[in-house]
């Protein structure tokens, strides 16, 4: 009976001592860095902290983003009770509009959390948007060209110019542009319309038209034209 109470007083008096003792992994400052809102095609970054709030060694084994994130540990991933470490996140947000928000999983040998996480988000504002993208020909005939719309819409504060098109073999612009010009005004939609050659092109058809633009982080646009030609 006594033996049994030795083993109990020392599990409840050990317990919380070990517990304190283990390496314990904490955020230092806040989890989520809200980046407000951005234009497409910049890049934002972050860096957090995270500390070892116990007394062993924390030992940080790798950390892990979503899609279009990147984080880099800048200091040690061995850390003494006490001392903390950065980790910088960045964002490039090319390919994404919207409201985003992105994980960073941080991989641990703390027993009570091995897995901590931070957070990155914000709004990705598109300056200049296309629409649509793909152009699908459905079972047109070859008798019957068709005529394809693509609207572009800019939401910056600078003007756009659409300074060269190219297209693929049966594909002809309609000239001119809508007011007759190649200029998107901030604010503006543009129409480009364009003629697809029913009568010369292959049953399959698998084309583009391309733009050249003076936009920084559009310089070239494509639009794919694909479909089916019936007799």
């Not at 317990?15 to 860095?33: D, F, M, R, S």
């Not at 903390?84 to 919207?98: L, P």
Request: proline share 4%.
């Amino acid at each position: 009976m006594k033996t049994w109470k030795a083993i109990l007083f020392l599990d409840l008096v050990l317990n919380p001592i070990l517990t304190w003792a283990a390496p314990q992994i904490q955020i230092v400052g806040q989890k989520e860095y809200n980046f407000g809102s951005i234009i497409q095609g910049e890049k934002v970054s972050y860096i957090f902290n995270v500390m070892n709030n116990g007394w062993d060694t924390l030992h940080i084994s790798s950390v892990k983003t979503s899609c279009g994130c990147t984080a880099a540990l800048l200091t040690s991933d061995h850390l003494a009770g006490g001392d903390t470490a950065s980790i910088n996140v960045s964002f490039n947000s090319e390919k994404f509009e919207g409201d985003i928000t992105k994980t960073v999983s941080i991989y641990s040998n703390d027993a009570q959390k091995p897995i901590e996480e931070v957070k990155i988000l914000g709004r990705v504002q598109v300056e200049l948007v296309i629409d649509p993208h793909f152009v699908y020909l459905n079972n047109i005939k070859k008798s019957s060209p068709f005529v394809g719309v693509v609207s572009f819409k800019n939401q910056g504060s600078s003007k756009i110019r659409i300074t060269k098109t190219n297209t693929s073999t049966g594909i002809k612009m309609i000239v001119p542009l809508k007011g007759k010009t190649t200029t998107v005004q901030p604010r503006q939609t543009l129409e480009v319309k364009f003629k697809v050659a029913t009568d010369r092109v292959t049953d399959r058809y698998d084309g583009f038209v391309t733009l050249t633009t003076d936009h920084p982080r559009k310089p070239e646009i494509e639009i794919k034209v694909r479909g089916k030609i019936v007799e």
